[in-house]
């Protein structure tokens, strides 16, 4: 059965450009199966349509707002706390992704990706589902079907995976989620930096994982809790 448009999954869109705002709107609205319900170009408008429109997806350029990746995931939960963020930049550093994911955020789109991706990545995050740019993912643009493990994931889907790993290999993804990279999950284990990258490769291998980003992707998709590292 056909959706009406009234039926659609809602959008908000916010880019400190008002024309590539409205522009990505109009495009993602007749393309991607969503609603947009508007688009904003300053914070104040920003929030006054993210508090009356409750939109079920959010796509938003931060650095506009003056705000972090993290810290503008952490406004829209804090106003509304089921919308999805998806956030696009023009960064794909692994360090700035890594903690928006982890505060929340369902996706991360460069500002160098197609709108073809864009469309894509828009598609996925109003279904329920993760996105990462292919660029964030260090992959050599293939097809969508497969540029990410966590992208298209059902929650019950990702915990089937995260289920088959060994107490230790569960430990290591927790690590993952909360952002610990290779050297430092050596440090905190109290393993060699050899036994570290072991771990993490297997636990990459039995998730369908491309690199530990995507792991940690999916680990949050399961709900596995990021350790601290203040723990």
């Given amino acids: 059965m056909l959706r009406t448009r009234a039926d659609r999954p809602t959008l ?17 609205d007749s393309q991607a199966g969503v609603r947009s319900l508007g ?10 349509l993210l508090a009356t429109e409750a939109p079920d997806v959010v796509l938003v350029e931060p650095r506009g707002l003056g ?30 992704v890594l903690p928006a994911v982890r505060a929340g955020g369902f996706g991360w789109v460069s500002a160098s990706d197609p709108l073809t991706d ?14 990462l740019s292919p660029s964030v993912l260090g992959e050599p643009a293939p097809d969508v079907a497969v540029r990410s493990a966590a992208a298209s994931l059902a929650a019950d889907e990702a915990r089937g995976l995260v289920g088959a790993l060994t107490e230790r290999e569960r430990d290591v993804l927790s690590h993952l989620v909360g952002g610990f990279d290779r050297r430092a999950l050596a440090q905190r284990l109290g393993i ?18 491309r690199n530990a980003i995507q792991a940690a992707a999916i680990g949050r998709r399961a709900g596995i809790p990021g350790v601290t590292r203040g723990c």
């Avoid at 990258?197 to 990459?204: C, K, L, P, S």
């Fill in 12 to 28: 908000l869109v916010c880019d400190a450009l008002r024309v590539i705002a409205e522009a990505v709107a109009a495009y993602v």
């Fill in 39 to 48: 688009t904003a170009s300053r914070l104040d408008e920003f929030l006054r």
């Fill in 67 to 96: 705000l972090s990746a993290v810290g503008v995931v952490r406004m829209v939960h804090e106003t509304q706390p089921r919308a999805r963020v998806l956030l696009v930049a023009d960064t794909d550093d692994p360090a700035q």
């Fill in 192 to 209: 060699a930096d050899s036994t570290a990258r072991t771990h993490v490769q297997r636990v990459m291998a039995k998730l369908g994982a």
């Fill in 118 to 131: 864009l469309e894509t990545a828009v598609r996925t995050v109003a279904a329920g589902g993760m996105w």
